[in-house]
């Protein structure tokens, strides 16, 4: 009995050391296991990081290589935006100021060849009263049909006036010099604004 014994502790011991064994076994396995799938998580995050600051160093070339086109688009951007403020004030400018050159070409293509033209002013008697477009001039007497060349003179400016021009009057006509020989017609024509 004391070798049945001796042999069911031997057994047990066995048993445990075996049992011990694979324990260990399976717990270093298990350690192995994890330390690969450790390196290869690393190996791969190396790996996609790697890829990451290749194409970063990729993107920081071309910023680098079109920073001259940026800059060059940057200085258009600001000439535009100053050009854009000098249009909108030139706009706001033109609205409150007298476009000249329209009603100068007006009275130019109206102008019968013996009248001369003496002045060319505007007139307004206070800030609410219409602007008065004013045209002096005067005619030779010695010239026969002096009125008829004013007469025409207004006719021409009556149908050229378009949109410059509300309306047309003779304001005032009178002959001046000492003789026969040295009297000028002159004459004052007001033209009223359009209001714009």
């Known amino acids: 009995m004391i070798e049945i014994n001796l042999l069911k502790k031997r057994q ?16 270093i396995i298990g350690f192995v296991c994890v330390l690969i799938l450790a ?18 160093e990729q993107y920081n070339q071309k ?21 854009a403020k000098k249009l909108f004030l030139a706009q706001e400018e033109c609205k409150k100021r007298i476009l000249w050159g329209k009603k100068f070409s007006i009275v130019i293509g109206s102008l019968p060849e013996k009248i001369w033209l003496g002045k060319i002013s505007l007139n307004q008697a ?17 010239i026969s049909g002096t009125r008829k060349y ?4 207004m006719d021409n400016l009556k149908k050229n006036s378009g949109a ?18 040295e009297q000028i017609t ?9 209001e714009k």
């Open 12 to 27: 047990q011991q066995y048993y445990q050391r075996v049992f011990l064994i694979r324990v260990i076994l399976i717990y």
């Open 150 to 153: 004013l007469a025409d003179f």
């Open 164 to 181: 410059e021009f509300s309306s047309i009057s003779l304001a005032e006509i009178k002959n001046t010099g000492k003789s026969p020989k």
């Open 39 to 56: 390196g290869i998580s690393f190996l791969s995050n190396r790996i996609a990081i790697n890829s990451i600051l290749t194409s970063i």
């Open 126 to 142: 206070n800030k609410d009263a219409s602007k008065v477009f004013v045209i002096e001039g005067y005619i030779n007497s010695e």
């Open 63 to 83: 910023i680098k290589s079109e920073y001259g086109v940026v800059q060059e688009l940057e200085k258009y951007k600001n000439q535009m935006d100053e050009i």
């Open 186 to 194: 002159t004459f004052r024509i007001e033209c009223m604004l359009k």
